[in-house]
């Protein structure tokens, strides 16, 4: 971090020292023109010393910044290479041992057997599901769960066998005489590769103190052991590179400089190109997100045999079970349905509260209220949106939830709790009040003074001009913004991880708690956590889910208000 | 130097409205209206004539359409409006504070510049007063309303097949005799229009001035209008507002042949507008 | 007036009264949907700061600390390495042992040492440390008394009642544990008659709770609501019974854990009556604290915990020994400075928002380093370089786009790329940083190129006629014409940034942090955490004290916002332009 840091403090320098001399020389340039007259220079000077400037400093500021982003994959990748090296002959032995032990063997067989016996079951299976035939479905069920769980205790019992031998090789000869590098790449590399990261961050928590290593090992410590030398060679090199480059940078542009050197066009290229780039990243973000997405979707659902449907339809939501690899019960275990009966729920219980309260309260705003209530009112709505949504949840978690309880069980509800959909909709409702009013507020406004003038002309009051000129008018708009906040609700998620409760209930009883999509990405990915376990992936599924929704209301929100915005403008 | 000229002629002339024939509908008294700070009319006192069409001409900004929205009381959506003076219509004050001004529009029919059909269907839009107002007691009562209002309108052979498009679906023209065929299915007494023709290409705003023509035997109309023209076509009265003042008014006929004031004559002529 | 026109009329008018009447409802709808959102507000801003009242405030406890050297100086030597190694924790614990010296039983002390957190003996240790010479002699040292203690000192979850007693008692000795209070008149008749009467209103409630449950049983449809509602009830009878039991007149009445606490207070000692003779004269008590002292009393109190011990988590011995010491003056209660001084605890009485303060002005300094130049660089590109072609589209889409994704996807988004894929530390401000940045970006852009759009063509026009390049003209004149919008939009944004949780949830910076993160460029990949998520790691803390602290943060927190948008009103007022 330091060396760094001096660097970029170095480049910064250089950076303004070559500013300085492209000034300088393009000032000398203008006075030494032909007779002593002075020569008029394309460019003004601070623009030939911009020029410099950009390039001695522009470059070499991207590579630390691309030394910091991407350093320290860099340095794990060289010390894992040590790692692999030093222990290859360690591996070696073990892939012997591996090849060599008949019991793998037999493993190794049984599951290739079980698994041709899945594929031909399942497919069986379908096909007796096809013709409905009850009997047959049933009984090859059964024997479907018999071949998964042989499969799964054969390949329990494979690993458990292979994590025998490789204790024994450690324990044996070899491993007596193998350096802690060598043991330690051994280790390394017959981890799960779910383990691997974590592994690597505990070196790295020993090494440079990121964070609290899980466990301390021989093993950890030697690979921590060589962090610090690669990461040292790396960042004097890069740090070397980078002002080696600015400093020959600086000098070839130098003599660039003359009186008719067009430095201005050439400095606004680099602004505009450097104006792209930062619009393309917003591309890039999207990128990001989809291609992450739909990566890690794509592992969860290799993870549950692309199985898709289940999850889309499935009313079993359980991914705890998952977790471990011996249990049958994987099947059913990732059905999204209550996830998505509770957002909706919740949604609809916000929806009930937003859209009148909203609507009704723009209705007001734009048609009825003076400019002294307005310049009260519409502070207080910017007020209420502009509330963290972690505050509406300790709100709704601390007043709103113990309040409707205590009131359902005075009613005679027996089952009541405080984490329940009725409380968590409530409190998105009034969080989603200011959206639509102001949504509205301005779709009200754009409908144009004609109609209303036309209406009040028939002898229409307000509030029939209102609902029979203006509300119609205004139609598609309010969809849209009713839209945009349905989208809005959906991605909630401080609210509903306070307040809704985490049981993956099927039901539409607002009294009971249920759980939405985005409380069950927290609860999957806070905590302890495997990466690469089908438990956590299918948080990105389920993101996946929640942005293809979201995405698909927000188009066709921002499509209708676009058309109604047309058929007024 | 407009000031001297203003100051003589408001001691030169006194203006006295003359009503063509017979019965006086409308009919103000030093009628004033604020919008915050403008003065946008200054003591404008006038008869305007039943079943007769009056035209309302003069410059940009003069304060014609002010007029106007002050006889069914429009310029009360307006925040920043003030009026004051009399309005009286068959000689019952309209700016009186127990005048409902629901009861007063429903007897004062009015028809914009820029047509504005009502986003529902033609049907809908003829049928918008007599529903609001309660005026058909079965179906067939407001089928009859609107048939007759759009006959009125002379738009009923063109719509007849589809009463349930949209009224946004019209022609320009078209869309101009619907507004004037809501507002005539209320029966009202007076018809207000402010430039009805203005965003109408010459065959539609010949079928309006036709409709017009037609309609007088029925309505007190008062119409504001940019077209001279249009006014000596159209109109049995005219009257001339000039910065916010009613300059001269008489019957068309005079006030084009005949100005008596200096700036109805630069106008007529085209010296200035 | 023709003849139809006078029906019409006649007929508008007839409904007149109708229509107004809707008109009036109608408008007072919008009335009531603005209350309604103004009610909201109040509610949600009122309860949160009632909540936050008892943060505000803190009871500190003074001890005179007797630092003996071989405790705090094992080693003899006086070096810091020695010091380092005393057990100050002991030192705390003989002190308050020396306030009430008759504790002697190990679970008592236990309830003793409960008075407060032991974290509390390494302030001890450094200040010995720091001045070695005060080893042998006493010291005045203070620290916060625990968090239950200190609600109850504010009477926030205790409710009690203390009454000078009506008649002399007398105390004797039943066997070692057990003593016996008699007076000549029914001093305790008032207690019994009260607590029998609480007793049988809970009776009742619970009655009609039971046989509701046995309705819903019967009426039940299937059998597993059935069983479930009749479980309920042979639950609800069972309690039933017990009170029904208790609540008998004419019987001596037990106090137990489920009943008010009665405490007899003399002198130094405090007694817990453990039941009441049915006359009210009698009761049989257990001492809780001080001497022993039997024999004839005048001047005594009832002292009355109304609140039952398993409706607190303060016992009724730390109650009378939290009461003694602060009638003995070693309590006392001042501004909560701690709350804003100290980075997390697990103690709510040494829990603090620095950390979280430190760690959002961290984040927010990266996500504005981000955020703010690429979102104007993007804005200027779209209105005053970008071609129209599909490129353009492509952006203009997906930045509308992007505005709407739900925050918790760009949380995704940062866990899988920047710490899985690039590496960068979990927890750390930079990376939050950055997540928030790419969150940020859509309304930043909006905003700005809304403030560019506003500058009116012709300054552009009149740049480019005097022969600025069109980068000149964008940089010289329109950017800065558009800047206090441009500055509005960004702030605002930042403050949105600010108050956000849920994609900090997802790159782990909801981790417990016991120390503030440095202010300062080590502090950017430190773990942290930030104020919202402060908030949301407090609101399920299950100590009662925690919620007040957390309606006190989420004060601080607003208040951070409000700065935030104050900055941006007055940049708007100071540089607004009008043309």
Redesign the interface.
Known sequence: MQVSLYTALALLVLTAIGFLIGRRRALAAARSGQDGARERLHSLPNYHGYYIALWTGAPALILIALYGVLGSSLTNMLALGELERASAPLRASYEQALTSDDRLIALALQTREAEGEIVTVRAALAAAREDSDRAGSEAFSGRLTEALRARNDATAEAAARRAELAAALVAGPQGQSADARALAGFEYFTLPAERRELFISDARAFAFGEGLPSRDTPQIRATAQLLPGYQNIFRFSIAALALAGAVLALTLTRGRIHARFRARNRVERVVSVALLICSIIAILTTIGIVGSLLFESGRFFASIDWRVHEFLFGTQWSPQIGIRADQIGQTGAFGAVPLFAGTALIMVIAMFVAVPVGLFAAIFLSEYAGPTTRAWAKPALEVLAGIPTVVYGFFALLTVGPFLRDFALFLGYEDAVTQSALAAGLVMGVMIIPFVSSLSDDVINAVPQSLRDGSYAMGATKSETVRLVVMPAALPGIVGAVLLAVSRAVGETMIVVMAAGQGANLTANPLESVTTITVQIVMLLTGDQEFDSPKTLSAFALGLVLFVMTLCLNVLALHVVRRYREKYD | MVDTLETQHAEKTVYHPVSQDGAIKVATRAVNVLYGDKHAIIDVTADIPDRAVTSLIGPSGCGKSTYLRCINRMNDTIDTARVAGSVTIDGEEVNDRSVDPVLLRARVGMVFQKPNPFPKSIYENVAYGPRIHGLAATPDELDEIVRTSLEKAGLWDEVADRLAQPGTSLSGGQQQRLTIARAIAVNPEVILMDEPCSALDPIATARIEELIDELRENYAIIMVTHSMAQAARVSQMTAFFHLGKLVEYGPTEEIFTNPRDQRTQDYITGRFG | ??E??RD??Q??????AR??R??R???A??????A???L??V??LG??AI?SAPAITQHKLTLPVEITAELADPRGDLSEASLRRGSYNTLIQNALREQFPTVAERAELRELFGLYSGVNAARLLNRVASAPELVGGRVEFTFPISDDADLYLKGVTVRERIQPGLAPIAISAEDTDRWRLVSDTPVFAEILVETRQALSVEAAGLER?RD??VE?AEAARDEDARRAASA?AERLDAQLQRLRIQAQPDQALQLGPTTKSVLVQVGDGVYRLTGIGADGASASAQRLIGEVSAGAVSDWRLWTVLTPPTARLISDRQIAWARALSDRGLVENGFNTILFTRADSREPELAGVLGAIIGSVLTMVITMLLAV???V??A???EE??PKNRL?D??EV?????A??????????G???FI????????APLTGGMVLA?MT??TV?ISSRAALRAVPPSIREAALGVGA???QAV?HHVLPMAMPGILTGSIIGL??A?????PL??I?M?AFIADAPALG??GF?D?ATVM??Q??LW??GAERAF?AR??AA?LV??AM?LSF?AVAIYLRRRFERRW
């Open positions: 007036m023709t139809p026109q019409i009329r007929a508008v008018r007839r409904r007149l229509r107004h809707a008109e409802r109608f408008q709808y919008g009335v009531a949907a603005l309604a959102a103004g909201f507000l509610l949600l309860s949160i909540q709770r509701d449950a819903r309920t130049p690429v979102g660089g993007t200027i590109y779209l370089y970008a353009t492509l952006i997906n930045i509308n786009n992007l709407a994704v739900p925050s918790i996807v760009f949380g995704l988004l866990l899988a790329v899985n894929l690039f590496g960068m530390p979990r927890s790419l970006l859509p852009i390049s069109h980068t940089f403050a949105q600010l108050g956000e949780t849920a949830l997802m782990g909801v460029f080590g990949t773990a919202p998520v908030i949301f609101s399920s919620e957390t309606a989420i927190l607003l916002m948008n």
